[in-house]
């Protein structure tokens, strides 16, 4: 379990806190086309064993993980339509510091989307309420029933739950925390842990900001279970919700949210303080382009990255050899389009020459060059991401008989190299 452990905490320390991308929703038809991959790829698949190593199951998840990030580039560039010479004809918003402001444009072609500045002082927050730390495996709650009233968005609810003879103070907090989440009404429950190993539950409210005349997004009590709620400490409230504070072509504006619309044209997401005015804009036609040019080259190149890590641990060169062939077997017309490759393997864009050549006759072949590209990171980035152990070390035990095997659609999960029984 250790080592499922490690591979657990690794994936959500390096790839946790990333925000979902609006390319990540899919339709029914699309799931079912990776479903019907994925039994593809086990179908002939041989019986093997994980080698016991205490990096693999990084492996898999930087594997997964990188493949799915080339995935939402080629959606990005695929956003306009099938060509990336599409994305010259679309409306795609502009800010000049993307990890302050984040902005898209969400009007259409009659919308009329000038420029502007903002400035963000301080973000809307959520109201956070800290209950007090108990010993995990003690017993302070005496065996009954026992309840507490929540006020939320003038609504009032109340929450009972029993305590058990013999439950531990860990045990009555995780039943108020399931008791929460399961109840969907704009809280988020948790237990927070401190460095001596006791527990308390934290509660955090979905919303942020603080409506005009309120003092409080929701607030706990209890008459009838006074004794236990003091004990909780979850009445107490540890962080109060405030609006966000920024200012818009030099005048001043609140707002409850950190998401909003300006002009019915540009939905901004407030991500930080700016510290000075941010513009945003519309990119011109070549901007645009390069941007996401950018982005599918920086997806591609993190890809080499993850081969270049992990042949030096492994020696084995699978996914470098596949990866980098992409580039290698298009180098000559890549260099046309602006495209370089260094000497590790990663593509380098000239954007000087990229915009030259697309603004000249000769367009039409620059924009063949760069479906071409995108399509092979696409195939790519689709088969490592069905089965990313397809490029770790393992031992086959057995090959299955030709045509004559059954599909276990499931044993090429995402992440099956942190699953695998290290006992075997």
Not at 33 to 54: H, Q, R, S
Not at 405 to 416: E, F, G, H, I, V
Request: net charge negative.
């Amino acid at each position: 379990m250790a080592r499922i452990d490690a591979a657990y905490n690794y994936f959500m320390t390096t790839y946790g806190s990333n925000i979902g991308s609006r390319y990540e929703s899919h339709k029914k038809s699309e799931l079912r086309d990776t479903y019907n991959k994925i039994v593809k790829a086990n179908k002939d698949a041989p019986l093997y064993k994980i080698k016991d190593t205490e990096d693999m199951g990084q492996f898999a998840i930087d594997i997964k993980e990188h493949a799915n990030s080339m995935s939402l580039s080629v959606s990005n560039l695929s956003s306009a339509g099938d060509s990336i010479e599409d994305i010259l004809n679309k409306r795609i918003a502009s800010s000049s510091n993307p990890d302050s402001v984040e902005a898209v444009f969400v009007g259409d072609e009659s919308t009329p989307a000038d420029d502007f500045t903002i400035d963000v002082r301080s973000l809307a927050t959520p109201q956070v309420n800290m209950g007090n730390f108990l010993p995990a495996d003690g017993h302070n709650f005496e065996e009954g029933q026992y309840s507490f009233d929540l006020d939320i968005k003038n609504h009032s609810y109340e929450f009972q739950f029993n305590v058990n003879a013999g439950e531990s103070n860990q045990t009555v907090q995780q039943k108020i925390i399931r008791l929460i989440n399961s109840s969907d009404v704009g809280l988020s429950a948790s237990l927070m842990t401190s460095s001596n190993g006791d527990n308390a539950i934290q509660i955090t409210s979905k919303a942020t900001g603080l409506p005009e005349g309120d003092t409080s997004l929701f607030n706990i009590s209890s008459n009838i279970s006074y004794r236990e709620l003091n004990m909780l400490g979850i009445d107490r409230t540890v962080q109060e919700p405030v609006n966000s504070d920024f200012s818009l072509n030099g005048v001043d504006h609140t707002s409850m949210s950190n998401t909003f619309t300006v002009n019915k044209a540009y939905e901004i997401s407030l991500r930080a303080p700016s510290n000075g005015e941010v513009t945003v804009g519309l990119m011109n036609d070549t901007e645009a382009l390069t941007d996401g040019v950018n982005q599918l080259l920086t997806s591609y190149n993190g890809m080499i990255n993850i081969g270049l890590k992990y042949n030096g641990a492994h020696q084995n060169r699978t996914l470098l050899n596949e990866i980098s062939s992409i580039a290698k077997g298009m180098q000559s017309s890549l260099e046309y389009a602006g495209i370089h490759i260094d000497e590790v393997g990663h593509l380098i864009l000239n954007e000087a020459q990229l915009s030259q050549v697309i603004n000249s006759d000769d367009r039409a072949e620059a924009f063949t060059v760069l479906n071409e590209l995108k399509a092979a990171i696409s195939r790519a980035a689709s088969k490592a991401s069905i089965n990313p152990m397809a490029y770790v070390d393992k031992a086959v035990v057995e090959y299955k008989n030709p045509g004559k095997s059954l599909s276990a659609p499931y044993a090429t999960s995402a992440y099956s190299g942190m699953l695998m029984n290290y006992g075997l």
